[in-house]
């Protein structure tokens, strides 16, 4: 085999050109040493590696240091693990070379650098808690995963949802929270509602130290393209509370806190033996997707209000301002459900809709 130039052998090809030298047959030679036949034969074809114990035998019969024969084997197998971990960078690179530019380099502050592959790539595994980034193509790498969609992801979908999950955890673990509370939760939620009135820097800062009171520790990242995620809710090993990670896909204010309630309706209804990740343009939606839709709905929004107020068929912008205040809420999410519900077209009022954005 050769390395970088170098040629490098199998330890077993010293002890082949001892036992043709001594003129002995691989049989003799077992004999002799107290080694098996297979291993003697293993040993010289390079398919098996030279122990302790067989180091102790070849020692004693070639009158040398076990430590001489233990450090060929280390000195080839270290060998070969530069071969193998070669071959890894080049696999990783490849993955690497997927990743948004914009968001690696203003959020995560890695430089996706061809000139020095090694050590960016170190830095995203780092960053991405993984040995190499190709285990981000694992779909089932969060225990019990679920996902309320196809499972026919393509791969860099599963990459990148995995890897801004993963940021997402890494966050949560900094948090400390009470343990979780739902009764807390559902008797506050005039308050949660309130906070769509705030500017998002204050609102995003009273809403993460209620939910903490509440075991629910909220994480907000930046969207990562390609990752197609919109939302996750995944309960923490060993605490008594919920990580729920929302991000800022579309910008839109009103779907993002559509996205928060629709994840803290997860941690509600007691989704708890799996992650739910919700997915952007779902189509699909099973039983408990539903439910966390129809949670996020009727909190923002009183469900026979909202009724009451579709029947009197009056969508101006002064009515929906005081249906909206009504509901102590902003009217940028009467808004967004009026047009998901297609009682209004999608271009009306968007300048009353505000855009939320989280900065690098």
Sequence with gaps: MTVKGRIVSHPGIYIKDAIEELGLSQSEFAFRTGLSVKTVSTL??????ITFDVATKLASFFHNNIDGWINLQTKYNLFLNEEKKNAEYT???KIAK????????NFLHIQIDKSNKETTIDEL???FNVTLLQNLKYEDLYAFHKTSTNKNLNEKTIIMRNAWISLAEQEARKMVCSPFNKERILAHTNYLRSLTLEKPEIMSKKLKEFLLECGVKLVILPFLRGSNTNGVTKWIPNEDCVMIAVNDCGKDADKIWFSIFHEIGHAIKNHKRHPTISYDKNKILDSEEREANEFAKNSLINKQDFENFVKSNDFSIASIKK???SQNVAPFIVIGRLQKEEL???????SYKPKYAITF
Excluded at 44 to 49: C, P, Q, V
């Design 323 to 325: 249906f909206a205040k």
């Design 125 to 127: 595994r780092k960053c």
């Design 91 to 93: 696999k990783d690179w």
């Design 44 to 49: 010289i074809n390079g398919e098996s590696n």
């Design 344 to 350: 209004i077209g999608w271009e009306r009022y968007q």
């Design 98 to 105: 997927q990743f948004d530019k914009a968001f690696v380099t």
